[in-house]
């Protein structure tokens, strides 16, 4: 039982290590931005002095202990920047990792509790809002809850457009029995802009989905003719 749990902790922690990984590059990007914005409007010396420089070290403290497997440090930097620095951007994106950490440990409810200033849109950039809610959505999947992970994507159905978003909407969806809905929903991710690295995962999706309803009568029907 013991080494089972041991396997199911080092699972989880290996999920935060690679959603850092796939993230880390275009959470830092949209971060750089507000930073460029924040630098263009006071000037450098004062923004080095500012808030947003103090909640930087923290996040990249926490990315780097991250990927170098000290949990620990990466608990005690998280905890910081999302207490300290909820007005950031940082903070945004620093809930989203401390989740990923505690869900990973297995306090799930305590992750869905720290996602959801971002996930409801009260805190943070509207990107690491996006983030969240995906983020939200897999923690309740990954509890079984697979309706529960369908509600969590709702608020951003008319807005989404992250590849992301719609491959976990079709993951869901067939989980739940809803092939077709499932093939819609990939085929939006295909389309959806910076989709290329998931393009292999999305075609392997759909080619594991059973045939469109009436797909074998049309086959049938052009063999007959």
């Not at 959806?192 to 998931?198: D, I, Q, T, V």
């Given at each position: 039982m013991e080494e089972h749990l041991d396997l199911e902790e080092g699972r989880r922690l290996q999920a935060a290590k690679d959603f850092v990984s796939r993230n880390r590059f275009p959470l830092i990007a949209a971060v750089v931005a507000v930073i460029l914005g924040a630098a263009a409007g006071y000037g450098w010396h004062q923004y080095r002095q500012g808030r947003l420089i103090e909640a930087s070290e923290h996040?990249?403290?926490a990315v780097s202990a991250l990927q170098e497997e000290r949990s620990g440090d990466a608990r005690v930097a998280l905890r910081t920047l999302t207490e300290d620095y909820t007005d950031t951007p940082y903070g945004a994106f620093g809930r989203v990792l401390r989740a990923r950490i505690l869900h990973a440990g297995g306090d799930s409810q305590q992750a869905l509790e720290v996602l959801a200033p971002v996930a409801e849109g009260e805190a943070g950039p509207a990107y690491a809002r996006h983030v969240a809610v995906e983020e939200r959505a897999r923690i309740r999947w990954d509890r079984g809850d697979v309706e529960g992970a369908l509600d969590a994507l709702e608020p951003l159905a008319e807005e989404a457009y992250l590849a992301s978003y719609f491959q976990l909407q079709g993951d869901l969806l067939a989980a739940n029995g809803q092939p077709e809905a499932a093939r819609a929903a990939y085929e939006e991710a295909r389309k959806?802009?910076?989709?290329?690295?998931?393009?292999?995962?999305?075609?392997?999706?759909?080619?594991?989905?059973?045939?469109?309803a009436g797909a074998g009568d049309e086959k049938e029907d052009g063999a007959g003719s």
């Open positions: 996040y990249q403290a959806a802009p910076g989709s290329s690295a998931l393009q292999p995962g999305l075609k392997a999706r759909l080619d594991r989905l059973p045939s469109p």
